[in-house]
């Protein structure tokens, strides 16, 4: 590795779990001293139901708190230090901006349940939002309340039963294409759903007739991932939608992948009846290491009366909660939806406008099939086509030296990038599923590229540098095996030694 | 455009190393007739200057609890939140990074989340809880599913005394399922009433779904509770909307509860008008593979370090697909790191002072308020930080007429609870002082 590599080391420290550090009575807080009577504990509530302590909870100062978190937090991988490229996660630039209105006071410190009158401001930003999203999918409502992706999968389904049961019949299948999202299958059977899988043909695409062969009365609806997990357009999808519609079913869309043609294509106009929005993909809300997301589920007109209430309404220039909706699913979660989430997308949305998002669509495109033009030959491609948003390779080329796809992602890491995502989708053997958003300059892309090459020339010269990565970060390859056969999934306190 | 560094000088360069000559040639795929002819109809792009402007003026319009004196609370709470959890969750390495699946660059997010694990099995007095999940209902909806998967059983009864949002979205869940609701009725103290429920707590039950304290503010007898679910052979669901209860309340895993499932969102988040917010999920250690949701777990790396990972992901839906235990991708990782720092830094005393503190405001508001004419108290029972008040004027007037005078003064509980339309829900907490408590008294003809 050279100077020019972007990937080295830095001091970094060893930092102990909070529960081995502190002391007894050091404290992180102050409170204001009590201004009402007081009493004692145990004369407002019953003793029996009282506890006298919490045992093992941490004993520290404020200045233990922050070393403890800015330590650990040097232990992360970020968009903000470097490209992110896991395939099918979207992990473009999070602004800040977006950041600093959610945390003004009107909005952070609004109560769900505050009277409408005065929380006017919320409600426009979420009628408008609604507005938004529809104009981009090109479909009639949006539910903004489900809590993420999996959560609008959820609904989506859930809506689509509920439209069916409406009719005087459930229906007991879904169709699930082998190259859509990991959670469609069990978010179909929370539903109480069967799945019936469907193979995607020789281009990665699925192909109508294969629909077709399935597609019966008993067939709720069929759910697409557009683009694929292959990165690859769905051509078809407009005839699929037919022989769907043909039979009564319904067409779901993961929209996950939106970012690939967000102001191109719109899915309403492609037959889609549903489909669910990653905010914190394609709208560039954070990750924050796993959460919180939201995953607004935007429809057709049919499936309107069956939303997840309360829905936001406009009276004249008044915003108001509607809660009386007779054939609504229910509620997904509480209150109105993750508002935070929504307002960070909002804000994004705006900063962006029309040109903007189309814009984006374009150079996250031009920037995978980029990369793809410059790793073919390197790698494997098991697809050899132009992508959307994403390229998958494999490692077919690199296990004859005995280097799989597992070594590539960690030996990245040295280089200082976070590995694509591995494995996924399952169609393809040992896949590098590489996604590098409309984020990355072509300054980046290209180190990106030649790391790449490089780890490609090490696995056929020194395999053993690769299969033994990472060698920067501070801990080595974990021992999963070890985490799931003995799982140690809290701290606890050691027994006093005799 | 700020967030999109390459130019059309450097798109250009790119797309010849492709070999196309237009961008258009990249979208051939998608046929013609479903494209888009048009911009999209949404305002145009507005600068960081203006934007914010815009979004100042919106939030304006929004009652914040510093400049409102609020009592509301039913599920979302305003405590005080130390300033330093603003600070660390904003830096980028926790904020931007994603979920952890790549163990040796995102330990600080892994030991974050182990620690948050360890916390809630501390605060909850159970011996394992997973990662967190979207929020209260939807945990307690997913507790019951695993109710279902682990008895067997199709019927569960469920407490009217639990929040009605939190009923209703466990209902959209297990309808989905075939599962039969019994509800069990609250007596004059407000507390669950488990002999009326008797007939329906049978050995077809899965489980019996209380919230503690309860939606009126309610503490129950959990000990009761869990000795009744037990004795047909169902588990004890305890779902917890007030985690800071838990400061001074005996932990439901001391009472006999199965599976306690809440909402984290009073341990040190913002209101944020209802989300995002934490699910907590803990359990018996019997049960932990029936678990859904995200699981850190600790082991070693090669050259024998303490580390963590994701474990148990066999139980998870890009392994098992349909038969996973839940369809949770996500979870609330940047929020359950709120409730990490929120706990380590008030530690053992400061959850415990803030839940005093909490108890005696709200005791203070109580007597205070019982006295005023046309008001009462409609539970006997032991309350926490919100009670049930019962008010002879009309809810929705007397509430405006508080509004005037910038005081938020609790849930009209007409639309919930039609048996209880006379009825406010009140919440006082250690951020409503005396002087507040005083004036809601006055307002609503105390005098003083």
Same mark, same amino acid.
């Given at each position: 590795m050279s100077q020019q590599t972007v990937g080295t080391r830095g001091l970094v420290f060893n930092e102990p779990l909070i529960f081995e550090q502190g002391s007894p009575g050091r404290m992180g807080y102050s409170l204001p001293a009590s201004d009402v009577p007081e009493k004692k504990a145990d004369r407002l509530i019953?003793?029996? !139901? !009282?506890?006298?302590d919490i045992p093992g909870f941490p004993e520290v100062s404020e200045v233990d708190v922050v070393r403890h978190f800015t330590r650990m937090s040097q232990w992360n991988y970020g968009i903000d230090l470097g490209m992110y490229p896991l395939g099918s996660c979207t992990m473009k630039y999070n602004p800040r901006l977006n950041e600093d209105m959610a945390r003004l006071p009107g909005f952070a410190r609004a109560h769900p349940y505050q009277p409408e009158a005065v929380s006017q401001g919320a409600l426009q930003l979420l009628w408008e939002l609604e507005q938004y999203l529809a104009e981009i999918c090109g479909m009639d409502r949006v539910s903004l309340q489900p809590s993420a992706g999996a959560h609008g999968e959820l609904t989506g389904i859930m809506l689509i039963r509920a439209y069916h049961t409406s009719k005087g019949n459930p229906r007991k299948k879904i169709l699930i294409p082998d190259?859509?999202?990991?959670t469609n299958p069990a978010s179909s059977a929370v539903c109480g759903y069967q799945v019936v899988p469907v193979k995607s043909g020789p281009r990665g695409v699925v192909e109508p007739q294969v629909v077709a062969e399935v597609m019966d009365e008993d067939v709720a609806g069929i759910m697409v991932t557009n683009p694929n997990t292959l990165g690859i357009f769905e051509d078809h999808i407009v005839e699929i939608a037919k022989v769907v519609h043909g039979k009564g079913g319904q067409v779901y869309c993961d929209g996950a992948n939106l970012n690939a043609f967000i102001g191109i294509a719109r899915p309403g106009d492609m037959g889609i009846d549903v489909i669910q929005l990653n905010v914190h993909k394609t709208f560039s809300t954070p990750h924050g290491g796993g959460g919180p997301g939201a995953g607004p589920v935007a429809l057709k007109r049919h499936l309107a009366p069956f939303l997840p209430v309360p829905t936001v309404g406009k009276k004249g220039l008044e915003f108001a909660l509607n809660y009386d909706l007779p054939k609504s699913i229910g509620k997904v979660r509480s209150f109105v939806g993750s508002f935070g989430v929504l307002l960070r997308a909002y804000t994004y949305i705006r900063t962006l406008g029309p040109t903007g998002l189309r814009r984006a669509a374009e150079v996250a495109v031009i920037n995978a099939n980029y990369i793809l033009s410059q790793l073919k030959g390197a790698y494997h491609l098991p697809y050899d086509r132009f992508c959307k948003h994403e390229c998958v390779f494999d490692d077919a080329i690199q296990v004859h030296d005995n280097v799989k796809t597992l070594d590539i992602a960690k030996r990245l890491m040295d280089y200082g990038f976070h590995p694509p995502t591995i494995y996924f989708p399952l169609i393809v053997h040992g896949a590098l599923m590489i996604e590098p958003t409309e984020t990355e300059s072509k300054e980046t892309l290209d180190q990106f590229i030649a790391a790449m090459k490089a780890i490609a020339r090490e696995a056929m010269e020194n395999g053993d540098l690769v299969r033994n990565a990472p060698h920067n970060p501070r801990v080595s390859r974990m021992d999963e095996t070890k985490a799931a056969r003995q799982p140690n999934l809290r701290w606890r306190q050691k027994p006093p030694s005799l | 455009m700020r967030y999109i560094p390459n130019t059309d000088a450097d798109c250009r360069k790119m797309l010849d190393t492709i070999g196309v000559r237009s961008v258009e040639d990249l979208f051939s795929d998608i046929p013609a007739s479903v494209r888009l002819k048009r911009p999209l109809r949404i305002p145009p792009a507005l600068s960081e200057a203006d934007l914010g402007k815009h979004l100042h003026g919106l939030a304006a319009k929004n009652a914040d609890a510093d400049r409102y004196s609020s009592f509301l609370g039913a599920g979302c709470y305003h405590h005080f939140s130390p300033a330093i959890i603003g600070h660390l969750i904003s830096r980028g390495e926790f904020l =931007?990074?994603? =979920?952890?699946?790549?163990p040796e660059i995102s330990q600080g997010t892994l030991q974050a989340m182990y620690e948050y694990q360890t916390l809630i099995c501390q605060l909850t007095g159970m011996d394992v809880s997973n990662a967190s999940m979207y929020e209260g209902a939807s945990a307690t909806a997913e507790a019951i599913l695993m109710a279902h998967r682990v008895t067997g059983r199709n019927e569960v009864v469920v407490a009217r005394s639990v929040h009605p949002e939190y009923r209703q979205v466990t209902h959209t869940y297990a309808q989905q399922i075939d599962i039969t609701f019994h509800e069990m009725g609250f007596t004059p103290s407000g507390a669950a009433d488990l002999k009326g429920a008797k007939s329906v707590? =049978?050995?077809?039950?899965a489980c019996l779904v209380v919230q503690n304290p309860n939606f009126f503010g309610v503490v129950e007898d959990l000990s009761e509770l869990a000795e009744a679910a037990h004795a047909v052979g169902a588990l004890l669901v305890v779902a917890v909307t007030e985690p800071v209860s838990l400061g001074l309340l005996k932990p439901p895993g001391e009472c006999g509860a199965d599976i306690v499932a809440g909402e984290?969102?009073?341990?040190?988040?913002?209101?944020?008008?209802?989300?995002?917010y934490l699910g907590f999920f803990a359990t018996q250690e019997k049960y932990i593979r029936q678990l859904p949701g995200r699981l850190v777990g600790a082991t070693e790396d090669r050259e024998g370090r303490t580390g963590y990972v994701l474990t148990l992901a066999t139980r998870e839906q890009h392994i098992r697909r349909e038969k996973a235990t839940s369809n949770i991708c996500t979870s609330e990782a940047l929020i359950a790191l709120m409730a990490t720092i929120y706990m380590e830094t008030l530690g053992k005393s400061g959850l415990k002072e803030v839940a005093l503190q909490n108890l005696r405001k709200a005791a203070y508001a109580k007597e205070r308020l019982g006295k005023v004419r046309g008001c009462a108290i409609r539970f006997s029972g032991p309350t926490f930080n919100e009670f049930v008040l019962q008010v002879k004027k009309k809810p929705p007037d007397l509430l405006k007429g508080l509004l005037r005078k910038q005081i938020i003064g609790g849930l009209d509980l007409s639309r919930l609870y039609p048996e209880l339309k006379d009825c406010l829900l009140l919440c006082v907490t250690e951020q409503n002082s005396r002087e507040q408590i005083d004036a809601l008294a006055k307002a609503m003809g105390g005098g003083r």
């Amino acid at each position: 590795m050279s100077q020019q590599t972007v990937g080295t080391r830095g001091l970094v420290f060893n930092e102990p779990l909070i529960f081995e550090q502190g002391s007894p009575g050091r404290m992180g807080y102050s409170l204001p001293a009590s201004d009402v009577p007081e009493k004692k504990a145990d004369r407002l509530i019953p003793k029996k !139901l !009282l506890r006298d302590d919490i045992p093992g909870f941490p004993e520290v100062s404020e200045v233990d708190v922050v070393r403890h978190f800015t330590r650990m937090s040097q232990w992360n991988y970020g968009i903000d230090l470097g490209m992110y490229p896991l395939g099918s996660c979207t992990m473009k630039y999070n602004p800040r901006l977006n950041e600093d209105m959610a945390r003004l006071p009107g909005f952070a410190r609004a109560h769900p349940y505050q009277p409408e009158a005065v929380s006017q401001g919320a409600l426009q930003l979420l009628w408008e939002l609604e507005q938004y999203l529809a104009e981009i999918c090109g479909m009639d409502r949006v539910s903004l309340q489900p809590s993420a992706g999996a959560h609008g999968e959820l609904t989506g389904i859930m809506l689509i039963r509920a439209y069916h049961t409406s009719k005087g019949n459930p229906r007991k299948k879904i169709l699930i294409p082998d190259s859509a999202h990991g959670t469609n299958p069990a978010s179909s059977a929370v539903c109480g759903y069967q799945v019936v899988p469907v193979k995607s043909g020789p281009r990665g695409v699925v192909e109508p007739q294969v629909v077709a062969e399935v597609m019966d009365e008993d067939v709720a609806g069929i759910m697409v991932t557009n683009p694929n997990t292959l990165g690859i357009f769905e051509d078809h999808i407009v005839e699929i939608a037919k022989v769907v519609h043909g039979k009564g079913g319904q067409v779901y869309c993961d929209g996950a992948n939106l970012n690939a043609f967000i102001g191109i294509a719109r899915p309403g106009d492609m037959g889609i009846d549903v489909i669910q929005l990653n905010v914190h993909k394609t709208f560039s809300t954070p990750h924050g290491g796993g959460g919180p997301g939201a995953g607004p589920v935007a429809l057709k007109r049919h499936l309107a009366p069956f939303l997840p209430v309360p829905t936001v309404g406009k009276k004249g220039l008044e915003f108001a909660l509607n809660y009386d909706l007779p054939k609504s699913i229910g509620k997904v979660r509480s209150f109105v939806g993750s508002f935070g989430v929504l307002l960070r997308a909002y804000t994004y949305i705006r900063t962006l406008g029309p040109t903007g998002l189309r814009r984006a669509a374009e150079v996250a495109v031009i920037n995978a099939n980029y990369i793809l033009s410059q790793l073919k030959g390197a790698y494997h491609l098991p697809y050899d086509r132009f992508c959307k948003h994403e390229c998958v390779f494999d490692d077919a080329i690199q296990v004859h030296d005995n280097v799989k796809t597992l070594d590539i992602a960690k030996r990245l890491m040295d280089y200082g990038f976070h590995p694509p995502t591995i494995y996924f989708p399952l169609i393809v053997h040992g896949a590098l599923m590489i996604e590098p958003t409309e984020t990355e300059s072509k300054e980046t892309l290209d180190q990106f590229i030649a790391a790449m090459k490089a780890i490609a020339r090490e696995a056929m010269e020194n395999g053993d540098l690769v299969r033994n990565a990472p060698h920067n970060p501070r801990v080595s390859r974990m021992d999963e095996t070890k985490a799931a056969r003995q799982p140690n999934l809290r701290w606890r306190q050691k027994p006093p030694s005799l | 455009m700020r967030y999109i560094p390459n130019t059309d000088a450097d798109c250009r360069k790119m797309l010849d190393t492709i070999g196309v000559r237009s961008v258009e040639d990249l979208f051939s795929d998608i046929p013609a007739s479903v494209r888009l002819k048009r911009p999209l109809r949404i305002p145009p792009a507005l600068s960081e200057a203006d934007l914010g402007k815009h979004l100042h003026g919106l939030a304006a319009k929004n009652a914040d609890a510093d400049r409102y004196s609020s009592f509301l609370g039913a599920g979302c709470y305003h405590h005080f939140s130390p300033a330093i959890i603003g600070h660390l969750i904003s830096r980028g390495e926790f904020l =931007t990074a994603y =979920t952890p699946y790549q163990p040796e660059i995102s330990q600080g997010t892994l030991q974050a989340m182990y620690e948050y694990q360890t916390l809630i099995c501390q605060l909850t007095g159970m011996d394992v809880s997973n990662a967190s999940m979207y929020e209260g209902a939807s945990a307690t909806a997913e507790a019951i599913l695993m109710a279902h998967r682990v008895t067997g059983r199709n019927e569960v009864v469920v407490a009217r005394s639990v929040h009605p949002e939190y009923r209703q979205v466990t209902h959209t869940y297990a309808q989905q399922i075939d599962i039969t609701f019994h509800e069990m009725g609250f007596t004059p103290s407000g507390a669950a009433d488990l002999k009326g429920a008797k007939s329906v707590l =049978t050995d077809r039950v899965a489980c019996l779904v209380v919230q503690n304290p309860n939606f009126f503010g309610v503490v129950e007898d959990l000990s009761e509770l869990a000795e009744a679910a037990h004795a047909v052979g169902a588990l004890l669901v305890v779902a917890v909307t007030e985690p800071v209860s838990l400061g001074l309340l005996k932990p439901p895993g001391e009472c006999g509860a199965d599976i306690v499932a809440g909402e984290g969102q009073a341990l040190g988040v913002p209101m944020s008008y209802g989300g995002p917010y934490l699910g907590f999920f803990a359990t018996q250690e019997k049960y932990i593979r029936q678990l859904p949701g995200r699981l850190v777990g600790a082991t070693e790396d090669r050259e024998g370090r303490t580390g963590y990972v994701l474990t148990l992901a066999t139980r998870e839906q890009h392994i098992r697909r349909e038969k996973a235990t839940s369809n949770i991708c996500t979870s609330e990782a940047l929020i359950a790191l709120m409730a990490t720092i929120y706990m380590e830094t008030l530690g053992k005393s400061g959850l415990k002072e803030v839940a005093l503190q909490n108890l005696r405001k709200a005791a203070y508001a109580k007597e205070r308020l019982g006295k005023v004419r046309g008001c009462a108290i409609r539970f006997s029972g032991p309350t926490f930080n919100e009670f049930v008040l019962q008010v002879k004027k009309k809810p929705p007037d007397l509430l405006k007429g508080l509004l005037r005078k910038q005081i938020i003064g609790g849930l009209d509980l007409s639309r919930l609870y039609p048996e209880l339309k006379d009825c406010l829900l009140l919440c006082v907490t250690e951020q409503n002082s005396r002087e507040q408590i005083d004036a809601l008294a006055k307002a609503m003809g105390g005098g003083r």
